[in-house]
């Protein structure tokens, strides 16, 4: 078991409505990653933040927006939910020193 | 930007058979990591390759490095029905982060 946890699990919203997960890095890290996962997919790079601060972005609208705390725990908040938007979101915590990542269970958000 | 394919998407094997799954970039790779991530579960690290012609061993598990580090593969010798799921290559970029491949599920036939 990694040392990265993800809330809530699970989440049911409908389309426009605002939505928050949170993420606790591993003790160590300096980095985290957001990943979205439709089934059957592979993980989609959202963004990163590194010492809180926005580390690269992937093809995501600025719907999608996050922050990092200085206990390197991190938010990720997607406003005006659409269906598309329901996936798997995974955190992922690593460091400069080699990069690996350590992820998360996940929040498996539905959009209805 | 920087790609990485990944075939198979799919790969039946019987049990005790091999399994391998193949990763391409057009660009020269720094480095790349290879995950596995189980049925509902989330991306698990294997091991990471930095050096041009590497070869590591985990067990039944051996990962290369291409020569000319665009090409990487991971080869599991007589399948187990614990190595079922789905296995991604992650290309490194020079921002700390990875370009993921889509994945080879591996599914035991019964």
């Known amino acids: 078991e990694t040392g990265v946890t993800q809330s809530p699990t699970h989440l049911i919203k409908t389309r426009g409505q605002q939505v928050t997960l949170r993420c606790s890095s591993q003790s160590g890290h300096n980095t985290v990653s957001w990943y979205q996962q439709a089934l059957g997919q592979g993980p989609q790079f959202i963004f990163q933040y590194y010492r809180e601060e926005e580390n690269g972005r992937g093809n995501f609208p600025p719907r999608f927006s996050g922050l990092q705390f200085p206990n390197y725990s991190s938010e990720l908040n997607v406003n005006a939910l659409e269906l598309d938007d329901s996936a798997l979101y995974l955190c992922?915590?690593?460091?400069?020193?080699?990069?690996?990542?350590?992820f998360g269970p996940g929040t498996r958000l539905t959009v209805l | 930007g920087q790609q990485v394919m990944q075939i198979p998407q799919y790969q039946h094997v019987q049990e005790g058979e091999d399994f391998t799954t193949y990763c391409n970039s057009s660009t020269t790779l720094s480095n790349i990591q290879w995950y596995k991530q189980r049925p509902g579960g989330h991306p698990v690290f294997l091991i990471q390759l930095v050096k041009s012609g590497e070869v590591k061993k985990q067990k039944r598990l051996t990962f290369q490095f291409g020569e000319a580090k665009k090409n990487s593969s991971l080869h599991i010798t007589a399948t187990q029905t614990t190595d079922v799921g789905t296995y991604f290559c992650a290309a490194g970029d020079s921002n700390y982060q990875l370009i993921w491949g889509a994945g080879t599920k591996l599914i035991i036939k019964p």
């Open positions: 992922a915590s690593s460091s400069r020193r080699d990069n690996e990542q350590f």
